[in-house]
């Protein structure tokens, strides 16, 4: 059983358009933010977007800035990543994230999904 399960990737053109969804198995209330990262070919994990559950303040890597959106939908228990303009530069799998800040008594955390294959190519 997967708390967090991505979908939506797959194949596009350079130019191309992509929307990723992240269901949630509990209330992402749970959570302080929501995160997505990638992982590319002979690279390090990268932040790529994260939205606060509460609020819906979204921040973005730099290199992703104009053409990603990432957005929350708390009823459905859901996280999106909306990726427009796509570069080749931008092949990579993509994680789904839920953040937790903890508390005094408790330490700060973060679960993964298992990732979903984007691939910019013509």
């Known amino acids: 059983q997967e708390l967090l399960v991505e979908s939506g990737g797959g194949l596009v053109q350079p130019g191309g358009s992509l929307r990723l969804s992240c269901a949630v198995s509990?209330?992402?209330?749970?959570?302080?933010?929501m995160d997505w990262y990638r992982q590319a070919p002979g690279k390090e994990h990268e932040f790529v977007a994260a939205?606060?559950?509460?609020?819906?303040?979204?921040y973005y890597t730099d290199s992703v800035k104009g053409r990603f959106t990432i957005s929350r939908d708390n009823a459905r228990k859901a996280v999106y990543l909306q990726m427009n303009s796509l570069k080749p530069e931008d092949t990579a799998v993509y994680y789904c994230?839920?953040?937790?800040?903890?508390?005094?008594?408790?330490?700060?955390?973060?679960?993964w999904g298992q990732g979903t294959q984007v691939t910019v190519s013509l």
């Open positions: 509990r209330s992402i209330l749970n959570f302080n933010t």
């Open positions: 994230a839920a953040g937790s800040q903890g508390s005094i008594t408790s330490a700060p955390y973060m679960l």
């Open positions: 939205v606060k559950v509460t609020g819906g303040n979204t």
